[in-house]
Structures are given as C-alpha cells and as structure tokens.
C-alpha cells in the first residue's frame, strides 16, 4: 500500500506540473495571437528595415536625379536666360531656400513648451522643411530678379525637376522611420506603418509620392503644350502648398489655433501666389510653347 501511495503521490505531482505546462503553452499562445491582432493592420512590421542613415543618401540622390533632369529638358527646350543669369537664379533658390527651409524648420515647434527663439541661430538642433525651402527659394529669387533686372518669370524649368527631386527624397523621409518626424498620425487602415512604436501609422511620405508622380507628370504634359510664361512652376507650387495644407491634418505635429506652422505658412504662401496671378503684368500673360 505504501508502494501505491508513492505512485500515485508521484503521479499527481506529474498531472500537477502537466497542466501547469499546458497552462503556460496557453499564456505564450494567447500572448502571440494578441501581438498578431495588434500588427495585423500594418504594412511593414520589419523595424529593421529603418535607418536615419539612409535619409541623407535619398535627399543626396534627389538634388542630383532632379538636377539632371532640369539640364536634359533646358538643352531640349532651350532657355531665354544666359548662363551667368540662370546661374544667379539657381544661387538665389538655393541660399533663400537653405534660409527658408531653416527658418520654418524651427518655427514648427512654436506651439511646443521647449521653444526658445535663440534655436533660429543654433548650429545643430532644429529641422528643416520643404515648404520652408520652397517659399525661401521663391523670395531669394524674385528679389535676384529685381537686382538683375530680369522681367521675365523663370521657374517652369524647376517644376518637374522639383517633383523628381521631392519624390525620391521622400524615400528617404520614409526610411528614416520615427527620427524624420515625417510620419502620420495612428491609422487602422491596412496600409498602416509600424514606424518602431509598435503604432500603425499614415505612410504620409509614401501619399506625398505618388502625389509628387502625379503632379510631375501632369506638369510635363502641360509643358510640352502652349502655355503662359511662369504658370507651370506657380501650378506646381499651388498644388503642393495645397497639398501639404491637406496632408498635414493627419501628422501629429503642434498646433497654434487649429493648425500647425506649415499650413500657416502654406495658406500665406497661397494667398501671396493669388495676389501675384491677379496683378500679373501684360509681359508675364505671353504665350510660349516648350518645343
């Protein structure tokens, strides 16, 4: 009898330790069928695939892909400008976009407790924007054009070359992930993004490229057709200010009266385009036709 309490004692240990085995087997199982339900949505669950570093390769790779392009569609074109004007052009855009991307780089954080005016003259910190480089490449143009006497309106070679350059650089801003502040605000949509947050967001940087494709090739086609002097670049900077205005309402980035800086700055960069468009002067309402 005493053999028999033993087995049966060392049975119910081993019944005991059985069902808390398949009691654990229960927990990891319901655990990874939880974390499937919550990734379920996204596009990507590779956090790997990732990288800050590969931001300056893109951003490299768009100036130089739209940079070509601009000089293949000058040389088939042609352009009314000599080279030592254009060249200043292309400084002007440069140094006012360099500024400009800066300045509205670090407005941005405005509404944030942790702004501080002296963040505008710091060497590192801060950010930079597209919309802030357009506007400041707009103005360091216009007033080259004023100092060089030039009457003419200069940008329709940008346009296309600016959706190149845009896209591909987005490309970037997409595998940046979390770091590029670029991202949208938490989405259920099955293209959701897990950005490393374990959040599935917006892919706002993969809509602002097929935007960008579309834009460019609307552009183009435009191009090519008759067309009043100055109004393919001023389309283009109308429809990504528009752009921007409505992307932006689902980026999670601070508010000042219902909306952040850049679309201030987007709603008074349009209204400046609109208030140049109505009091265009006779020379800028020409008819060209990009042959």
Partial sequence: MGHQALICANLGGIVEKANALNAEVAKVSAEVAEE??????TLY????????????LFETLGYACGYWFYRHERAK??????DERRWSVIAAAAVGGL???????????????GFHWQQFFA????????????LGGWIGVELMKKIAGIRSRTGDLFAVPLCIGIAIGRVGCFFAGLSDD???????LPWGVNFGDSIPRHPTQLYEIVFLAILGLVLYCWNVRPHREGIIFRAFLAAYLAWRFLIDFIKPQP??????MIQWACIAGFLVLAIAEWNRTPEAALVRSAS
């Fill in 99 to 113: 500024l400009g991307s800066r300045f509205l780089g670090v407005l941005e954080g405005f509404p944030s407790p």
């Fill in 255 to 260: 508010l000042a009266h219902g909306l952040n």
């Fill in 123 to 134: 060497i590192t910190g801060g950010g930079k924007t597209i919309v802030g480089g357009l």
């Fill in 45 to 56: 669950n590779l956090i790997n695939i990732f990288h800050p570093e590969l931001h300056p």
């Fill in 182 to 188: 670029t991202y949208g605000t938490p989405t259920s």
């Fill in 77 to 82: 074109q042609g352009d009314f400008l000599n």
């Fill in 36 to 41: 499937r339900s919550s990734t379920k949505y």
